[in-house]
């Protein structure tokens, strides 16, 4: 339960952290930053806590591993 949290937030911190960059910035900068940065902290994240905890950080992600028969309904709530 911890290691969710910790992903949900510092995924949520780091696409919250580059909109506002962006938003601050006289000039723009392209949205492939956004997105690079988003996908890198994504598999960042994933790579750190997947083996802890799934990495699910979509709560739709755990009903249908639950659904599906991957987790224990125990674990998924």
Do not use: Q, W
């Amino acid at each position: 339960v911890a290691a969710e949290f910790l992903c949900t937030f510092f995924f949520i911190f780091t696409v919250c952290a580059v909109s506002l960059n962006d938003a601050r910035m006289k000039v723009p900068v392209s949205l492939v930053t956004g997105g690079l940065t988003t996908a890198l902290c994504a598999t960042g994240l994933i790579y750190c806590f997947g083996g802890l905890s799934g990495a699910h950080f979509n709560p739709a992600v755990t009903v249908g591993a639950m659904i599906g028969g991957k987790i224990n309904p125990i674990k998924g709530i």
